[in-house]
């Protein structure tokens, strides 16, 4: 199946399964109480899935807006003709208030400047720019404080070319059941948003939940949720895991561009931090390095699937390019590892078989989050959507 959808000019790709993400997305919007927005994070090339793709496949499946790191981000939906709403979560820099007027992208907002720079530029093209205000109410990344929220939407609301379409804040641990720092954020946050509203000041949209939140926290879903990682079919935690249920979206795979059987002793990679111990070890290539999100900490330390039998990765990895063993055993007769082949598919992460590498397990391997690994593979993989 999987030796079909090969792209024709490299023997490497990331496998995109667009039905898994629709029901993935489908599965949180039934999940969000009645009239609750969703706004569908895409941030990173959908986190290594490919934006423009995704985007359509999640709206099918019940998206209302969309949500990227960058305004360059942002520019690649305009341009592939996404028309529904996109935020950018962060105050971009001041220069590039034009093009966010010119292409509907709305900001986050937290400095004065910023929006009456915004709101210049909407008034000179003739148009009102939308903006949501983020507020930090601890997690100490972006936002206004809280006390200033009310004094920012004062000093900037007399502006006729800007309009707060929304006020949100993140979390730092919606994971952690009865977390007194989440307690606080979202004690902070409503205290917030009532204070806009006690000044007279309309929020707009009102939003805080992140994938875990809406998970866990469905009592702070206010008018709409962010959903990012679930959508991909990770888990974001541990503590989310059997709550709901979800289907991994990326595969990474490769053909085996060549083989040998290296005399005993031969060296592997650079460095030679493997060298061949006997006989009938076969030592297959397959075009994917670093520079393609494998990272080299996995050198020696991770396994792939061939033929639906794991495989031990040798040497170091390269920067396009890693090798694996096999041992072939001739003599065992019950389960014999077969030969493998120029053009045999390997799995890096996905399913083959009945075995199954999944993105947390290599991010196990590397100490990190399975966020950082699929962000990883969208880096130059081509993309083959199924
Ligand atoms: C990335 C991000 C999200 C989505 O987070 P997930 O854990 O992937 O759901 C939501 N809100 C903000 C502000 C973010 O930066």
Not at 68 to 85: D, F, I, N, S, Y
Request: hydrophobic share 40%.
């Amino acid at each position: 199946m999987a030796k079909k959808i090969c792209p024709d000019d490299r023997w490497s790709w990331v496998e995109v399964d667009l039905s898994a993400l629709r029901r993935n997305t489908t599965a949180f919007k039934r999940s969000l109480a009645r009239g609750v927005r969703m706004m569908c994070v895409v941030k990173a090339g959908a986190y290594g899935h490919g934006a423009v793709r995704c985007v359509n496949a999640m709206h099918t499946a019940g998206a209302d807006q969309f949500a990227v790191a960058t305004v360059e981000e942002g520019l690649e939906l305009r341009r592939a003709g996404v028309q529904w709403p996109i935020l950018i979560l962060s105050q971009p820099p001041i220069e590039s208030v034009q093009t966010l007027v010119e292409n509907d992208i709305m900001p986050c907002v937290y400095e004065p400047d910023f929006a009456l720079a915004l709101g210049e530029a909407a008034a000179a093209a003739g148009r009102v720019a939308k903006y949501h205000l983020i507020v930090d109410t601890g997690m100490t990344r972006i936002g206004v404080m809280p006390a200033d929220a009310v004094e920012l939407r004062r000093t900037i609301d007399f502006h006729r070319g800007i309009e707060c379409a929304g006020t949100l804040t993140h979390f730092a641990t919606a994971d952690v059941p009865d977390d007194w720092d989440f307690a606080l954020q979202l004690n902070r946050f409503r205290n917030t948003v009532s204070a806009l509203r006690d000044a007279g000041l309309n929020p707009g949209l009102v939003h805080c939940d992140n994938t875990p939140g809406t998970v866990l926290h469905p009592e702070c879903q206010f008018d709409m949720c962010r959903v990012g990682i679930g959508l991909y079919g990770l888990q974001p935690a541990e503590t989310t895991v059997g709550v709901i249920d979800l289907e991994p979206v990326m595969s990474v795979r490769g053909r085996v561009t060549r083989v040998v059987y290296p005399e005993v002793g031969a060296g592997v990679g650079y460095g030679m931090t493997y060298r061949v111990p006997k006989r009938n070890v076969q030592i297959a290539t397959v075009p994917i390095g670093y520079a393609d999100g494998l990272s080299r900490t996995l050198s020696n330390n991770m396994d792939v699937i061939v033929n639906g039998q794991r495989q031990r990765q040798v040497g170091n990895i390269c920067m396009d390019q890693f090798m694996f063993a096999v041992d072939v055993n001739t003599t065992r007769t019950y389960c014999p590892t077969p030969e493998v082949r120029e053009g045999d598919v390997v799995t890096v992460i996905g399913a083959d078989g009945d075995e199954r590498i999944t993105a947390d397990e290599m991010a196990r391997l590397r100490g990190t989050i399975n966020y950082e690994v699929v962000c990883g593979f969208g880096m130059r993989l081509p993309k083959v959507y199924v």
